[in-house]
């Protein structure tokens, strides 16, 4: 019985999750140089930021980004350096961020993405694999923001470029201290990403359902005595974890009121 409810439970907390991609900013309309390639300028060249656009992922739930791909490199050679990548969700729109206060500009989940050292020629593709950011576009836009620290001296010959839309309003826009250009400019992006969608009601009420036959279960075998220590500490596990699970998932549906601050959403409906 309890094999039997606990696979009910497992069932229902199994969510359909599957990869998936999607490329932002097509069609290109050149090759650009920012922000892998140091110019040959006084501009400090340490600072890019590129604001996607929520409905760019219309379609989507929540999304885990496992990796973020720059297309149609033209094989010239990286400034060296150290390229940090963060993702943050951000409520601003695209086309209002500043471009001398970066800081100001990031959401309040921002977090690191990845760290890697960059140098020597481009590949075509160049993919950042990281940690996932889960990212709800029904929140916001996203913002990727790139601190670069270059230990190198400008890359002779050919310098690294990848391919950008110098045209694409309401798609994205950039902010950076390389160049000039901000309002739908940005480079070519191809995201990798899991889908994560939300339970059903029906189904969190199933599983409740569940945890109290479990519940039920657990004081009746506490009263009887062929039940060991140890079998009623694994039900007393097992109980407890899809309680939590049921919490969280309940928490994703209908947000609740923490620290003083009033959710968006009063009620469940």
């Not at 090759?31 to 110019?39: D, E, K, M, S, T």
Request: charged share 10%; hydrophobic share 40%.
């Amino acid at each position: 019985m309890r094999v039997i409810f606990v696979s009910i439970a497992a069932g229902m907390l199994s969510t359909s999750a599957w990869g998936d991609s999607i490329t932002i900013g097509l069609p290109k309309t050149s090759i650009n140089i920012v922000p892998f390639g140091r110019l040959p300028t006084t501009n400090a060249c340490t600072r890019y930021q590129q604001a996607y656009a929520a409905a760019d992922f219309t379609g989507s739930n929540s999304i885990s980004i496992s990796s973020i791909n720059f297309l149609g490199g033209n094989g010239g050679n990286f400034a060296p350096g150290t390229y940090n990548l963060y993702f943050s969700t951000i409520t601003a729109g695209i086309d209002t961020l500043s471009n001398t206060s970066f800081d100001s500009n990031l959401g309040g989940d921002n977090a690191l993405f990845i760290s890697e050292y960059l140098s020597g020629a481009s590949p075509t593709n160049l993919t950042f694999s990281g940690t996932p950011f889960l990212y709800n576009p029904a929140a916001g836009n996203l913002l990727l923001d790139m601190i670069i620290s270059q230990d190198g001296p400008q890359p002779s010959g050919r310098i690294a470029g990848y391919e950008l839309n110098g045209n694409a309003p309401g798609v994205f826009s950039r902010y950076d201290n390389f160049a000039h250009g901000n309002i739908g400019l940005g480079l070519v992006t191809e995201f990798d990403f899991v889908t994560v969608p939300e339970p059903s009601a029906t189904n969190l009420v199933a599983l409740a359902l569940v945890i109290g036959t479990l519940l039920r279960f657990q004081r009746r075998a506490r009263r009887d005595a062929t039940h060991c220590d140890f079998e009623l500490r694994i039900l007393g596990y097992i109980t407890a974890s899809l309680s939590n699970a049921l919490q969280t998932a309940w928490a994703s549906v209908c947000p609740l009121q923490t620290a003083g601050h009033r959710s968006r959403h009063t009620q469940c409906r």
